[in-house]
């Protein structure tokens, strides 16, 4: 017997009708989907915050925050992606774009914390003197308080001046992943080349670390992202671009959505100090042989 394409409260519609093998594949793969993320971004968080040498470094402060934001949006397709919901303009069950804005916050934050690695390279002694940890956790801050409260100003003002406001908010968008594309390329000029000229030891191999991760980092958020801010241009100046039946079938937002279990896995593959926390804290105490080994 097939199941029905709603809940059992008479609510929003699952997202497939389980008429065909395809819906099925989409229905699972959001399921794992979500739970993976949730696991390793949230593995990342615990790490970071059982952890004192890692929360006093401001690197690591970035990590924590894009990590609780992977971690939120793994939750958050528990709800895109198994229920019948289209986020945008028009909404269908939508959240008046308060989950989709989880990865707003991470753009933000990773801008922060390029230049944030730009300084602490390339001009220690000011960075030393003021990009302190009170200012790197309001910046932080900061990112959240900017993204929501776009959100929650789009979702109270007129459906016209919305839709004028979503599309300042893209144009300043691009702004961003400008600056985000030329910062990573500045960063990638630095770690291949200034960094060489200074002497060896942990200092530097520090740095390192942190200018591969970040780089690695912000290039495969640009590259899963992209293509979904390509359409929403696309669709909004030409009228034109792809639309799909909901979130969970939105091959563009599962791969932005795809950020969430990359990242986190970059920070882990990019950071020994970081994988050493995770086995303490989280994999040691779920499988003892994680820690012997």
């Known amino acids: ?61 970035f990590m924590l925050n894009t990590s609780i934001a992977d971690t939120l949006v793994g939750v958050s397709v528990y709800y895109l992606g198994l229920f019948d919901v289209q986020e945008g303009y028009p909404s269908r069950n939508g959240t008046h774009n308060l989950l989709p804005s989880l990865l707003g916050v991470n753009v933000m934050t990773f801008l922060f914390a390029q230049f944030d690695r730009y300084f602490a390279v390339c001009h220690p002694f000011i960075y030393t003197r003021y990009i302190t940890r009170r200012v790197v956790i309001s910046a932080n801050v900061y990112c959240w308080f900017h993204v929501y409260s776009q959100s929650i100003v789009l979702s109270v003002v007129p459906l016209s001046k919305a839709l004028q406001l979503y599309v300042f908010s893209i144009i300043f968008l691009q702004i961003i992943v400008l600056t985000k594309v030329v910062m990573t390329v500045k960063l990638f000029v ?34 899963l992202w992209l293509p979904s801010f ?36 970059v920070y882990i593959w990019g950071s020994p100090s970081l994988r050493a926390a995770l086995v303490r804290t989280v994999w040691g105490r779920v499988c003892p042989r994680c820690r012997r080994r």
Request: hydrophobic share 50%; with cysteine; net charge positive.
């Open 1 to 61: 017997m097939l199941l029905p394409n709603i809940t059992d409260s008479g609510g929003v519609p699952l997202s497939v009708n389980f008429d065909s093998p395809e819906d099925f594949l989409i229905f699972g793969f959001q399921l794992v989907f979500a739970t993976t993320v949730v696991l390793v971004a949230g593995s990342v968080v615990i790490a970071i915050l059982a952890t004192r040498d890692l929360r006093l470094q401001n690197r690591f402060i």
């Open 190 to 223: 630095v770690a291949r080349f200034q960094l060489d000229k200074e002497p060896p030891g942990a200092d530097k191999e520090s740095k390192k670390e942190s200018l591969r991760v970040i780089i690695f980092v912000v290039v495969n958020f640009l590259v």
């Open 230 to 265: 390509a359409n929403i241009i696309i669709r909004f100046v030409l009228g034109r671009g792809l639309t799909f039946r909901n979130e969970a079938t939105n091959l563009f937002a599962i791969m932005a959505r795809f950020n969430a279990v990359c990242t986190p896995s």
